[in-house]
């Protein structure tokens, strides 16, 4: 799938296919010598441990162990169909004991079962070797990327860590396409912590099926979009989301995103087009008249002296700008499905004004909001007595701060002097 | 955004001539064309490239045969979802080879790094390296959250990015989806690459069903300030006042037009949400919001019902 943004197109297609594809409660085992050179000792490492595999949205598999007392992830490996046999360890009779076996290496993973209930591990072996051997195929591949090669190696790490200095590498010519991967993923494994480098995204299907109320925190990391720790957040509950409800297989995944996507909000009489209501002379003449609200709230002009335009002109041409209505289109749609009440709250609105709006009550909204403001002209009947509200503290709120380009700055200057 | 996720970006000029200058990239700038005559674009020359933007469909027909030369021609197959501009642009400068153009720390590195590539790998190591995306990226469009997106509909279709770039006396089709670079004619003596390229695109264009205008058609050419420069130290103290005073105009027009990119672009990158609600309170405040909003669902109703009866006179023909 590929897509590039023509005119007023607003899809964005979150090609992944996130979600854990199977999870299993086991601990790592550990192999020692034991009383000759030859015979080897199991011996079982007690962390709780949850061992699960993942497709990435680049389409490889991860086989990752994740530690359930500290929460980090100290093996995600990335695993190419044939290169690994899973196996269950008969030897061992005191619990049941797996073994990751790579074909072309030495390299064994053992792994013991935590899980109480005794079919936990039924068929696992098959189920892990058929998930490892016979990736499921992405439904993000189009023509001329053929669905065999596994596009793409996933996280940044691996290329930037090669990146530095990269001037005379013609030798990295040399290798294939798996040789390449495996040198990345080698990289990768040898450049991080606990943190996985290769974790998926979540879809918005995944998101939805993770925390199908829609929580708060979900829907406020919106705001917060380009923020690491809200979208982390995000993502680590949507994915523990996902894992709860179990194994589910990409191919379904994709189905419920089909259907997701089919999926039409529907058009209640309560629903309005707030492109529609924010724009006109009468919004216009709103604006002008209130234009000290907006200064702050557009674009900081001063930082491009080379344009001529004005604070004041900026604010008055604010509603009549495709990328103001593009916003208020998406504005419109969060209110219409009821999903601008946490978002509201941020700014301040009173709980009345919030539960209208989680109604997708955009009438009912209007009138709690028009209630609230008259309140509140009340109680400061000052002239001109608008109350700043406290849109600037919350921080999630304020303007996403994207790593904005250096645009002819000098080099040593932080990044953070570009905010604000 | 997201880790590994690239965004959609705009097919604007502003952008594509931003996106560049950030990747530290000199000497030529973005230019949209609407037409292919020669009258149309001869001020803009050298061209040194097409970009195509179109509404991709499945099983398009190849027009040109698979470039046999390809040794000689940088091409990144694309393999990452959303990556076609920035895709379409490294395939177009990293084939140019003229004196202007500088293609910058960021972009040298990846081009010696991926020089014994193949086109396929070369498209996975762009798609992973960060600092090609990070500055990609901050073209996209600040949004919600995926949650609070509207579905896509049928509606939003597929587009596309396709570079058309003169290599060696050949003019070449590069599109990261396809498996080769294709040769789409042969530059005869006498002839320049556009006379080439123009009856390529105008076919393709013709094939779009009439009406339809959803495709454009971008330019890399060459830096516009730095061409008029050199015509007026060409031309020196001694010519004709007019034509100095003509190429100051001229001058002064791109400089008027980078400060309304530049606005744009900042347009582009700001969140309006606070402007938004606080637009809200105020119409509110003033007691329009109620009345506003009542308009705004009445005329849905009225639109609602003129469909459907709309609809009821097309079943009775």
């Not at chain 1, 199977?22 to 441990?49: C, F, M, P, Q, Y």
């Not at chain 1, 702050?296 to 900026?314: G, H, L, M, Q, R």
């Not at chain 2, 500055?135 to 509207?150: A, D, I, M, W």
Request: one cysteine or more; glycine letters at 8%; a negative charge.
């Amino acid at each position: 799938m590929s897509g590039a943004m023509f005119a007023n197109a607003r899809a964005v297609q979150g090609g992944s296919t996130n979600g854990f594809l199977l999870e299993i409660k086991a601990g790592r085992s550990n192999l020692v010598t034991g009383a000759t050179a030859e015979k080897k000792k199991v011996v079982a490492d007690k962390t709780k441990g949850l061992l699960f595999i993942k497709q990435s949205n680049d389409q490889l598999m991860h086989f990752c162990w994740k530690n359930r007392e500290t929460g980090a992830i100290p093996d995600d490996l990335i695993i190419f169909p044939g290169d690994t046999e899973f196996l269950k360890v008969s030897e061992c009779m005191d619990g049941k004991v797996y073994m990751l076996k790579f074909k072309t290496t030495s390299e064994r993973r053992l792994f013991w079962i935590q899980d109480g209930n005794p079919d936990a591990d039924k068929d696992l072996c098959q189920k892990i070797n058929d998930l490892l051997n016979k990736p499921p195929v992405g439904r993000a591949t189009t023509r001329g990327v053929s669905e065999t090669r596994n596009p793409a190696f996933g996280g940044p790490a691996g290329i930037t860590a090669l990146h530095p200095g990269a001037e005379d590498l013609g030798a990295f010519g040399g290798l294939d396409q798996n040789q390449l991967m495996q040198l990345l993923a080698l990289m990768n494994q040898t450049n991080g912590g606990d943190q996985p480098l290769l974790s998926g995204l979540p879809s918005s299907a995944a998101s939805l099926l993770g925390q199908p109320e829609a929580s708060t925190d979900n829907t406020l990391a919106a705001f917060n979009s380009s923020s690491q720790t809200a979208n982390a957040n995000t993502l680590a509950n949507s994915s523990s989301g996902a894992s709860k409800k179990g194994a589910v297989s990409a191919a379904e995944y994709s189905q419920l995103q089909s259907l997701l996507a089919g999926i039409k909000i529907p058009r209640s009489s309560k629903n309005c087009d707030l492109t529609d209501v924010l724009k006109g002379e009468k919004v216009l003449d709103v604006v002008r008249r209130n234009h000290g609200n907006f200064t702050d709230k557009v674009i900081n002009v001063e930082e491009v002296p080379e344009s001529s335009t004005t604070v004041t002109a900026e604010v008055e041409g604010t509603i009549r700008q495709p990328q103001f209505q593009q916003a208020v289109g998406m504005f419109g749609y969060a209110l219409n499905s009821g999903q601008l009440g946490p978002v509201l709250q941020q700014f301040g609105m009173s709980e009345e004004v919030v539960r209208q709006a989680s109604d997708g009550d955009a009438l009912g909204f209007a009138e709690s909001l028009t209630n609230a403001e008259r309140s509140r002209a009340k109680e400061e009947p000052k002239e001109g007595g608008m109350v700043e509200v406290k849109v600037e503290e919350g921080g999630p709120i304020e303007e996403p701060r994207e790593p904005e380009p250096k645009r002819g700055k000098p080099d040593d200057e932080p990044d953070n002097m570009d905010l604000d | 955004m997201d880790e590994g996720q690239w965004c959609l970006i705009e097919s604007d000029p502003g952008v594509f001539t931003d996106l560049i200058r950030n990747f530290g990239v000199t000497g030529v700038q973005i230019e949209e064309l609407y037409s292919l005559d020669d009258e149309a674009c001869s001020h803009l020359k050298p061209i040194h490239g097409l970009i195509f933007l179109f509404k991709w469909r499945a099983g398009d027909e190849p027009m040109g045969q698979p470039a046999k030369d390809t040794d000689q021609i940088y091409f990144a197959q694309q393999v990452i979802t959303n990556a076609c501009a920035t895709q379409a642009i490294i395939n177009l400068l990293f084939n140019v080879n003229h004196e202007d153009v500088k293609l910058g720390q960021i972009l040298s590195d990846f081009k010696s790094f991926t020089k014994d590539f193949t086109p396929a790998d070369r498209g996975l190591v762009l798609g992973n390296s960060e600092q090609i995306r990070t500055v990609h990226n901050s073209y996209g469009r600040t949004q919600l959250y995926e949650v609070l997106q509207p579905p896509p509909t049928k509606d939003d279709d597929i587009y596309h990015f396709v570079a058309y770039v003169p290599i060696k006396g050949k003019v070449y089709e590069l599109d990261g989806m396809r498996e080769s670079p294709l040769e789409v004619g042969v530059i005869t003596d006498g002839q320049e690459w556009m006379d080439v390229v123009r009856p390529v695109i105008n076919q393709r264009i013709a094939k779009f069903s009439q009406g339809e205008i959803h495709f454009n058609l971008l330019a890399m050419v060459k830096d516009r300030k730095m061409k008029l420069q050199e015509q007026l130290e060409i031309l020196g103290d001694a010519a004709d006042p007019t034509e100095i005073a003509h190429l100051h105009e001229e001058l002064n027009a791109e400089h008027e037009k980078d400060a309304r990119q530049k606005l744009e672009n900042k347009r582009r990158r700001h969140n309006y949400i606070p402007f938004i609600v606080e637009l809200l309170r105020v119409l509110a405040k003033e007691e329009l919001l109620v009345p506003l909003v009542k308009e705004s669902i009445e005329k849905r109703r009225v639109e609602e019902i003129a469909k459907k009866q709309i609809k009821t006179e097309m079943k009775m023909e």
